[in-house]
């Protein structure tokens, strides 16, 4: 079967539902051709499968176009059934038969490819298959185009090496037309090997052995394989730059050819209707400017239809059509001068999950198109603007549904170890690939380059990349390192507290973030991934606590957002593996909390927030001077008659180590710290009253001698408690004084408080 794909359908707003089927069936016959005597297929293994399996075959494999900013009518989808063998990666290609039957674009380890096989790290995947280049091709180059493939990837077309490409993340592409033979099947072998965590390579969460927050590798080719034809001087690759603040797109082509004496004209398009248009040399940027420009958000995820023509001598060599959204990402200032996260030049808090990518059926593949738009849809729906893309990058067509829908991404790059000048190198290279293969969707608004310290250089290097990443794309910001690790770099501030929540000292040039937070846990009877033994953060066996629990640390967040929390990331969208963490469970059949409670409670972080007005400030943006002793003092120190006037004096936060969103400014070492201060209380009613603490570990607050608060344990960065009954109603007008005792108990150490009025 011979059939080109069509461009039109689901990829901008102004495609309709009847080309979208001509798509589906024009793609679907592409993958029909049989690879050998056995084309039987069902999902392998006894594992749990997604509500979206159903809808997937040899005949149905991800058939949409996969790459809807850079669209062309001509195509040949080569998803579908091929043959495979596992053997040494040594070994060389299989000699004779292969083991069976794979449905690509599906992994071999996961259930949807057929096989449920693990690839060790000493094995080699192969892959093979036969194709018919279409008769109206004649002509044109022919370009083999690969979406991702994990890792080490060498391929042949007629016994002829064409490429080989190291990235488990980036798209890449050859130009196979050298190697075709003049008519009937063309043969193609892909041949890839992955070490997974035996490797030092870009892998994100996948391990050999599975196990709590580790989950089955992915192996090989997991999107989508492609034919293009394509004219000898082409546009291979577009970059289209937002201008919000002149309503203007500043449009790059990257061409397979010299740009000499070419041209770019460039339309920009509203359902159907032309707004604007420029031209100007291929080799130079063009821009176009937008009259009245409406600006891409979450409220109003409009975007622009683009139609490309590369011309020389008037004459139109190739045309594209794209689209892009008109937004702005940037820091602002508050009242207080901290830093805040801005749209579009407004503040707009951001709120979303942590979301891992993984599907119990596909592993990194999502099942279907639809079911990549169903996690977005659901996001939305649950109150949520943002999605954190974890240490994974996603198919095109997931950051398409995000830019059409209005979610904002942070987008990680997948973690390895990072352990030798090589590992760091690949890194490196690959997340520059990263960033040109999706800059164009105006849906990320952040890079996360690490987490958590995985695979993170030291400070310097940390800083040098987040640097790097800032000047490589000043679109976007930088979270330089999500939690643990801060080098005091990029444009956030970013902790991550279990269960939570909590929040990083405010800063005057990084907005405060809390990056992740919640894992709230429940098993859901007959949609886990094993019977028993399932895993969270915190554990719940009813689902009235699991909600009433949910319910308290949103209300806990709020004061936090209403002091000055820029955005907030909860684990996780959907359980994975043995983690139950999810707000859905892993199959996407069921939300543990009923969607219109999840919206209504999502809504109170938007909505009505608090005042919060600061009695007694801590000491995050300048340090506040306190006295304090590091060794036991008398009887009564915590009263306000106590004469401390011999306690040297110096400015909080104390600590030691790196205590995480904690600004130390005085060295505390010792294993014990004692600290008052006098502050001034204007009277009124001491309703409302809330301690802000940085506290590691185990502090108890006085104020006036009246217990306000003890708090076990440590946090990442700051929490706001509320100041018992008793301490409050200890307060006079006037002078008073807080007494503090934080008692270290192992690796870091700090202490800060500050007191707030919320009302």
């Known amino acids: 079967m011979t059939t080109s794909g069509s461009h039109a359908g689901r990829l901008h707003p102004m495609t309709g539902a009847v080309a979208a089927a001509v798509l589906m069936i024009a793609a679907a ?14 999902p392998a293994g006894e594992r749990l499968l997604s509500k979206f399996a159903k809808h997937v075959s040899p005949g149905l494999a991800h058939p949409e176009y996969p790459r809807p900013q850079l669209v062309r009518p001509d195509w040949l989808n080569l998803n579908g059934l091929w043959q495979y063998a596992i053997r040494p990666k040594d070994a060389g290609a299989p000699a004779g038969t292969f083991d069976g039957a794979i449905l690509v674009p599906f992994a071999p380890e ?30 044109k180059r022919v370009w083999l185009r690969f979406d991702a493939v994990d890792w080490d990837t060498t391929v042949t077309v007629n016994g002829k090496t064409v490429g080989s490409h190291t990235g488990g993340y980036d798209p890449f592409a050859f130009d196979i037309t050298g190697a075709l033979t003049s008519s009937g099947d063309q043969e193609l072998v892909v041949s890839a090997w992955d070490p997974s965590d035996a490797g030092s390579q870009p892998r994100g ?162 099942p279907t198109d639809e079911a990549m738009r169903f996690d977005i849809e659901s996001t939305l729906a649950f109150g949520m603007n943002l999605a954190r893309k974890h240490i994974k990058i996603e198919p095109d067509r997931w950051y398409y549904w995000a830019d059409k829908l209005g979610l904002l991404v942070w987008q990680d790059m997948p973690s390895g170890r990072n352990d030798t000048p090589e590992a760091r190198a690949n890194f490196a290279d690959e997340w520059k690939r990263v960033i040109d293969a ?18 993170q250089p030291d400070a310097t290097g940390t800083r040098q990349m987040a640097e790097w990443t800032a000047r490589y794309d000043p679109t976007r910001l930088v979270n330089h390192t999500s939690g643990w690790s801060d080098a005091g770099a990029g444009h956030v501030s970013d902790v991550h507290m279990y269960p939570g929540p909590s929040m990083p000292a405010l800063e005057l040039s990084r907005a405060a973030v809390l990056g992740e937070f919640g894992g709230l846990g429940i098993p859901t009877r007959g949609h886990t991934w094993q019977g028993e033994q399932n895993w969270g953060y915190v554990s719940f066996k009813d689902a009235a606590d699991y909600e009433r629990a949910y319910r308290e640390t949103i209300a806990r967040l709020r004061l936090l957002v209403a002091r000055g929390l820029s955005a907030a990331v909860y684990t996780q969208t959907t359980d994975v593996e043995i983690e139950v963490n ?33 009695v007694l400030p801590a000491s995050e943006l300048g340090g506040r001077p306190w006295r304090y002793v ?60 809330h301690l802000l603490v940085a506290h590691d570990d185990q502090a108890t607050v006085w104020i006036n001698g009246v217990e306000a608060a003890t708090l076990a344990g440590r946090s990442t960065g700051y929490v706001i408690v509320p100041v018992s009954d008793a301490a409050a109603r200890a307060l006079r007008p006037g002078a008073n004084v807080i007494a503090v005792h934080c008692a270290q108990q192992k690796d870091e150490q700090a202490i800060d408080v500050g007191v707030l009025q919320v009302r």
Not at 29 to 42: E, F, I, M, R, Y
Not at 209 to 233: C, D, F, H, M, N
Not at 438 to 455: C, K, L
Request: net charge positive; aromatic share 10%.
């Open 205 to 366: 969460k996948q391990v050999l052995k599975p196990r709590g927050i580790w989950y089955t590798p992915t192996s090989g080719i997991w999107q989508t394989v492609w034919l293009e034809p394509l004219p000898a001087l082409a546009i291979q690759r577009l970059k289209l730059t937002p201008d919000a603040d002149a309503g203007a797109i500043v449009v790059e082509a990257s061409l397979s050819g010299a740009a000499a004496g070419c041209a770019l004209r460039v339309a920009v398009l509203s359902g159907g209707r032309q707004l604007a248009a420029a031209e100007g040399p291929a080799s130079a940027p063009l821009r176009v400017t937008v009259p009245s420009p409406r600006l891409w958000s979450p409220a109003d995820p409009f975007l622009y239809d683009l139609r490309i023509a590369l011309l020389r001598g008037g004459k139109v060599l190739d045309e594209v059509s794209s689209y892009t959204g008109l937004r702005k990402i940037s820091l602002g200032r508050a009242a207080d001068g901290a830093a805040r996260l801005m749209l579009n030049n407004r503040p707009l808090f951001q709120f979303g999950f942590l979301d891992q990518g993984f599907w119990p059926d596909g592993l990194h593949t999502p």
């Open 582 to 614: 999810g707000l859905m469970t892993y199959d996407r059949e069921a939300v543990k909390i009923p969607q219109p409670a999840l919206a209504e409670i999502s809504r109170t972080l938007f909505e009505n927030l608090p005042s919060v007005t600061t």
């Open 630 to 689: 590091l060794t036991r003092p008398a009887d009564g120190w915590n009263e306000a008659e106590f004469n401390d006037s011999a306690w040297p004096s110096a400015p909080a936060p104390f600590g030691g180590g790196k205590p995480e969103g904690v600004p130390v400014r005085t060295p505390w070492t010792a294993p014990d710290i004692w600290l008052r201060q006098a502050f001034d209380w204007a009277g009124g009613p001491a309703e409302g009253l």
């Open 29 to 42: 016959a592409a993958l029909a051709q049989p690879v050998g005597p056995d084309t039987s297929w069902k």
């Open 438 to 455: 999706r800059f164009n969707h105006p849906s990320i608004v952040m890079w996360v380059p690490f987490n958590e310290g995985w695979g």
């Open 110 to 139: 996961s259930a949807l490819s057929g096989v449920g096989k693990t690839v060790a790290p000493d094995q080699r995947v192969w892959y093979r298959r036969t194709f018919r280049v279409p008769s109206s091709w004649a002509g």
